[in-house]
């Protein structure tokens, strides 16, 4: 049997590969690098707009640890950057709460739903289930540029409320800042950005300006923002799933995919659900605040001493439960892939195959469905009805078991391994530290009756920063270190990553242990400064403990920053297979070309993590290897069927 | 051990790779998903409805028999009807009869418009009677009316009904563009791409099938 | 690289464990009926979750301790997992989780699935940005009228009280909230704005003050002292500047309090907020 057979034969009477073929490579830079239909340009393109991102909201958050550490404190150079919303280089409260909502944003949005799934997704699952491309290459590149337009709006934001010099020099040039005014509901009120929080609860981002500083125009463009990258998700979700339903390549049935592929796939199903209803209340929150409608906003509200008689009837609450609808299923958008990429990692470097390869794929698919119906756990002192505060709360911990047996199924891959401590390898590891360290808190914050206490102190900030700022960048790291070699044809730079890898996972833990304490003291989120509460003062080292590690941990940042550059253009020389991993992507050059199989079909003849297989010439077996070379194996072959309760990895398909 | 019987073979089930498992092509499975979707952005606009519905002291009931209801039901009639000959031509293109799939397109989009237009004339004598997205024109006559009848009446009735009919007028208009575009081209296009544009028009109406009941029948005014 | 990764782990582990045990940072002294249960309802979550953080992550750098590639080029096990284990850990965290979530629901049962018993001291809790108005029956133990067009700061109406109701004649209203000791508190909380959150770590308690609804809540402090009384929901400009007080007061001291005509209340009150912070006698 061949390895690759011409793409003609290779499938149904119907459309099959054909609608995404395109046979020739562009030429000329903009179609190859710009609007390029390429995934696996799109993929660069979008991770490159994560990576601008996060760094972005990094420097916010040490913006923001530097507010909290030395309140007074001027920093000249902010002062010359945003005149308003640091006067003389001292940060003003609503300048820090504007840091608060475009970090969490940013974070949450442009980072860590775009590199796991649009930037790694979108280069690694057509090739890992053997098709050339994406089921729609046009619809995937309208997905990104709406993504970066909604950066774009979002980055505005920023600028049009306020900052009064800003809004001068743009008045005479293109008048942005009277469109503001006009259309946007006013800019003008001294700050920087929006202040509402990620969250955006109305009534506060509901009324406009007059709920104060940061409402208006700024806050417009926030939720436009928002809206525009549920429309970006959609899209990319719907393409997602049927680029893996339908493309799936001759062999690659289910259960021989690779789990990355399993999560990404489990994403878009719930990036598919999740967004609509997010998009709908963002609508409904821009009618609020600019037709009078009111969804949001009930009657009778006395506002800076003004009584509003334009609105009435609506509910706050509502606004909360359309928004964690959407969010619950977020945050595990944010963490599927990483918990994809982790698994793939693992197996590859434990040289083992991995441990309940079924038993994952029911796990990921458990967390998204129940993710559908716990998000009441972020409203239990919202005032929502406490009975259904309890039904959300057991399920919330029902949600917990199949984390742990994912958890379980990781150590036990490691367990009788032959690990290879390689730098991708450290930051999966890292990523089960502290996805456990941070996923067992969630148990905590998951009781009703403990989140009496807990639910908006810094306990939930350092649950969410394990959990979600640190695992699930720690997924994306390993996901970077692992794949460069085949997204750019060259290696990263060992040493340089094992001198990023050991202070970030040291960091990250002291940045974010330390909060659980100040939560337990009680300290609230979102404040500009502590030192309006004395029961918060016995924190005061905690707080420098962190912002010291914060710093520390973001300069480290940019060894990797470094590195990512560096070797673009120096790196060693990678070959095919640098890692001597299994799946399909390891099968096709470094880069891959236009087509990724250079318009053949690749045969795939077995489950994805054929490692340590006794009698094997080597200790891994691809995908593609035919049985023919793999068959002086005779234990592969019945992998299956030994001792009863050892699950292959889905060698049955298709045949009982 | 029968050493090749597991593992050398493609699996030639629908799931195995290499085939469409539900032998749909990618466009007609990317329209199910994002009619799925689109189902949630409708559904949470509706379920938002009931929540403010239902949490309000009061809710107004006022569409009269005429012309609210009458054409309310007209305009369902329209679309029923279009679902129809949407069929149709989705059954002449099945069979090859390009230019009876154009008519029957043809038919579609004139249902299609008829709602539109009836929908347009009744949303523009809601709004002369003084319904607003934000409540009521003081000094209209629906002011002065619900201020007798329905003393408590949560303002929000305007702001749901527009909002919610609406957006579905906008995908009523999306998809007579739509159709517009596959008749036009109908010696071009696909089967499937008719088939596929027909998915979209029964959806369509489909949600107005929860649209009608849950915003006009439940608010029909019987004293009038 | 295994090994150092593996003690390195264990490290995390052991520091953060103390952080936790240490006692260095934990709630301040609980001062309601149900305080104590909810601290034991903690210490047994955080003890069940520590426990499993611990034993996972020792878990972790045994593997990476043990499992390092080896010289010799020999090969890993062969195992594609064991379906009996996989069930075994799925069952015992079921169990687990859900034992630990049944439980987790009697202090929230307690407090909110019934009514203030009869006779609860009463107070309005009226939220506005940044600033908490707390508003007292006063003597005869009736609320006056409020509406919210009365409302107006500038002449210190801060909840709308309108002055045609008699009841409302002795009300008081002020921005600190006193409660008696050993008796329940009925709280209705509503805001004229936007979303605030009373949050006084002492009470174990804190709930959402939402436009538009009137939110009842009770609870029975058992200690006296002085607390600092926080905004915990993202209210704007100055939420972190939305502070105020919590006194609880020996019953008889309430009950005088209460009596007390309205030119002297406000007077009273300044007084007491003179009390040192926290329990009497305790290092705040
Ligand atoms: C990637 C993101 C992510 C993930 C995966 C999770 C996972 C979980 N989260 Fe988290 N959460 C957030 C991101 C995330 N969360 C964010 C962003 C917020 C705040 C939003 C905001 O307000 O701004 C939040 C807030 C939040 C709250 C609300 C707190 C509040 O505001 O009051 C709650 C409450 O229930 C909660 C619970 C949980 C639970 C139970 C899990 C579970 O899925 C965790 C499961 C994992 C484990 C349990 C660990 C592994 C298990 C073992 C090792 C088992 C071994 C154990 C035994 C045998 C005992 N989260
Ligand atoms: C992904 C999510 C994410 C990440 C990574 C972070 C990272 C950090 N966060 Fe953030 N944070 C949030 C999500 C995140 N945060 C959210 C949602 C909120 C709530 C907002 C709200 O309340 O509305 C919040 C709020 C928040 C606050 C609370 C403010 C308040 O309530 O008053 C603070 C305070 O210190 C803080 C600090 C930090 C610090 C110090 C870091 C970092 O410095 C830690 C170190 C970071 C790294 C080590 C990552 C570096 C990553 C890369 C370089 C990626 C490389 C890129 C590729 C591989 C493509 N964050
Ligand atoms: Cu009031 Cu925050
Ligand atoms: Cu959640």
């Known amino acids: 049997m061949s390895e690759a057979v011409p793409h003609a034969d290779s499938h149904g009477p119907e459309e099959g590969h054909a609608a995404a073929h395109h046979h020739t490579p562009p030429s000329g830079f903009i179609r190859k690098y710009i609007f390029s239909l390429d995934h696996k340009v799109i993929g660069i393109q979008y991770l490159l707009l994560a990576l601008f991102s996060v760094f972005v909201g990094l420097i916010m958050s040490v913006l923001m640890r530097l507010n909290l550490t030395w309140p007074d404190h001027k920093w000249p150079l902010l002062g010359t950057i945003f005149k308003a919303g640091a006067p003389g280089g001292q940060m003003s409260p609503e300048f820090y709460l504007s840091l608060v909502t475009m970090h969490g944003t940013i974070m949450v949005f442009f980072v860590l739903t775009t590199a796991p799934q649009g930037g ?12 050339d ?25 920023i600028f049009v409320e306020g900052s009064t010099a800003f809004s001068i020099s743009l008045h005479a040039k293109s008048g942005l800042a009277k469109f503001a005014e006009t259309y946007l509901g006013g800019g003008g009120s001294g700050t920087i950005g929006p202040i509402g929080g990620w969250t955006g609860y109305p009534t506060l981002s509901a009324l406009g300006k007059i709920a104060g500083p940061g409402q208006g125009a700024g806050a417009t ?64 929150l821009l009618l609020d605040r600019h037709a009078g409608t009111s969804f949001f906003i009930p009657g009778n509200l006395v506002v800076s001493d003004q009584l509003l008689t334009q609105h009435a009837g609506g509910s706050p609450i509502l606004w909360q439960h359309l928004f964690w609808f959407f969010g619950h299923p977020e945050v595990y958008i944010a963490i599927l892939p990483g918990m994809g990429a982790t698994s793939h990692i693992l197996s590859t470097f434990a040289r083992k195959p991995i441990f309940g390869y079924r038993a994952m794929v029911f796990a990921m698919f458990a967390i998204g469905l129940l993710g559908f119906f716990v998000w009441g756990h972020h409203m239990f002192i919202s005032g929502m009805s406490p009975y259904s505060g309890m039904a959300f709360s057991v399920l919330t911990l029902c949600i917990g078991v199949p984390s742990a047996v994912k958890t379980f199924n990781w150590l036990g891959t490691l367990w009788g391994a032959r690990i290879r401590f390689t730098v991708p390898m450290l930051f999966a590891i890292g990523f089960v530290s502290l996805f456990v360290a941070g996923g067992i808190t969630g148990l905590v914050l998951g009781q009703t009756s403990l989140d009496l206490s807990m639910h908006d102190t810094y306990f939930v900030l350092a649950h969410f920063h394990l959990v979600m700022g640190v695992a699930a960048i720690f997924g994306m790291f390993a996901g970077i270190y692992f794949w460069f070699p085949k997204m750019f044809g060259r290696m990263m730079s060992d040493t340089l990553g094992y001198i990023h890898f050991w202070p970030t996972f ?79 992507e390891w099968a096709v050059p470094s880069p891959p070309p236009f087509d990724n199989f250079g318009g053949r079909v690749p045969t795939v003849y077995r489950g994805a993590y054929e490692f340590a297989v006794p009698d094997a010439p080597e200790d891994y077996v691809m995908q593609t290897t035919p049985d023919e070379r793999a068959a002086n194996a005779p234990a592969l072959a019945g992998a299956g069927e030994q001792g009863g309760e050892v699950t292959g990895n889905g060698h049955h398909d298709g045949h009982h | 051990m029968s050493t090749h019987a597991h593992v050398d073979t493609v699996p030639a089930a629908d799931w195995g790779g290499g085939t469409l498992p539900y032998r749909v092509g990618h466009r007609k499975l990317g329209m199910w998903l994002f009619i799925v979707s ?36 007209t305009m369902t009639l329209c679309l029923l009807s279009s679902s129809f000959t949407m069929v149709m031509a989705v059954r002449a293109s099945a069979h090859g009869r390009r230019r009876a799939a154009r008519r029957w397109i043809g038919g579609t989009m004139v249902g299609g418009l008829a ?33 007798e009848r329905w003393p408590h009446a949560s303002p929000l009735f305007g702001a749901t009904f527009f909002a919610t009919t609406g957006l579905h007028m906008f995908h009523v208009f999306t998809g007579v563009c739509y159709l517009g575009v596959v008749a036009m081209r109908i010696r071009s296009v696909k089967h499937e791409d008719v088939e596929i544009s027909g998915l979209y028009w029964h959806f369509v109406d489909l949600v107005w099938m929860f649209v009608f009941p849950l915003i006009y029948l439940l608010s029909v005014d019987f004293k009038a | 690289m295994g090994r150092a990764l593996a003690a390195l782990i264990w490290v995390i582990t052991i520091l953060s464990v103390w952080m936790f045990v240490s006692g260095k940072w934990w709630f301040p002294p609980a001062i309601t009926e149900h305080g104590p249960a909810y601290d034991r309802q903690f210490l047994i979550t955080i003890i069940v979750v520590g426990v499993a953080f611990a034993l996972s992550q020792i878990a972790l750098g045994y593997m990476l301790w043990r499992y390092g590639a080896r010289r010799d080029g020999s090969r890993g ?61 006063g003597a005869d133990g009736q609320f006056g009228r409020t509406d919210p067009a009365k409302i107006k700061d500038a002449d210190l109406n801060f909840v709308g009280l309108d002055d045609a109701d008699a009841n409302g004649r002795d009300d008081q209203v002020v921005t600190t909230l006193v409660m008696p000791e050993g008796r329940d508190v009925e709280l209705t909380m509503t805001s004229k704005d936007v979303t605030h959150d009373l949050w006084v770590p002492e009470l174990r308690f804190k709930q959402d003050v939402v436009p538009g609804l009137n939110i009842r809540v009770h609870f029975k402090p058992v200690k006296t002292g002085r607390f600092e009384l926080a905004c915990a929901e993202l209210c704007g400009q100055l939420h972190y500047k939305m502070k105020s007080y919590l006194i609880v007061l020996p019953q008889a001291d309430y009950d005088a309090l209460m009596k007390l005509p309205q030119a002297q209340f406000q007077g009273r009150i300044t007084e007491l907020n003179k009390l040192p912070l926290g329990l009497p006698g305790q290092q705040y």
Not at chain 2, 132 to 141: A, D, I, K, Q
Not at chain 3, 82 to 107: D, I, S
């Open chain 1, 221 to 284: 463009l926030w939720i436009t923002s928002i809206a525009i990258f549920c429309v970006a998700s959609l899209l990319g979700a719907l393409n997602f799933i049927t680029t893996l339903l339908n493309m799936r390549t001759r062999g690659m049935s289910l259960m021989r995919m690779p789990l990355t592929c399993w999560s990404w796939f489990t994403t878009a199903i719930l990036a598919l659900l999740s967004f609509p209803v997010l998009l709908a209340g963002g609508i409904l």
């Open chain 2, 38 to 73: 689109d189902a949630l952005t409708f559904s949470a606009l509706l379920v938002g409805y009931s929540y403010v519905r239902l949490s309000s002291a009061e809710w107004a009931t006022p569409f009269a028999f005429s012309p609210s209801i009458l054409f309310s039901t």
């Open chain 3, 77 to 137: 096990i062969y195992s594609h997992g064991n379906n009996r284990v996989e069930l075994l850990c799925m069952g015992v965290t079921f169990v687990v989780f859900v034992t630990v979530a049944l439980f987790g629901q009697t202090v929230w049962a307690r407090l909110h699935f019934h009514d203030a018993p009869p006779g609860a001291a009463r107070v309005n809790v009226v939220a506005q940005q940044f600033q908490w108005n707390f508003h007292y029956p």
């Open chain 1, 120 to 131: 790694f997704g979108n280069y690694f699952l057509p090739i890992q289930i053997g098709a």
């Open chain 1, 506 to 584: 040291v960091g990250v833990y002291a940045i974010f242990v330390p909060m659980h304490a100040m939560g337990l003291v009680g300290m609230p989120r979102r404040y500009a400064s502590f030192a309006e509460y004395v029961f918060l003062n016995k924190t005061h080292p905690l707080v420098m403990l962190v912002t010291v590690a914060a710093i520390v941990t973001a300069a480290v940042q940019l060894i990797f920053l470094f590195n990512f550059f560096w070797s673009l253009f120096k790196g060693r020389r990678a070959g095919d297979n640098p890692w001597e991993a299994t799946t399909l």
């Open chain 2, 115 to 147: 709602f539109l237009v009836l929908h347009i004339y009744e949303w523009a004598h809601l709004i002369e009677e003084g319904l607003r997205p934000f409540g009521l024109n003081p000094g209209s006559h629906f002011a002065h009316e619900w201020a």
């Open chain 1, 133 to 157: 491309d994406m089921a729609f290459p046009v619809l995937n590149m309208l997905s990104f540029w709406t993504t970066l337009l909604g950066l774009v709006v979002l980055i505005t934001a």
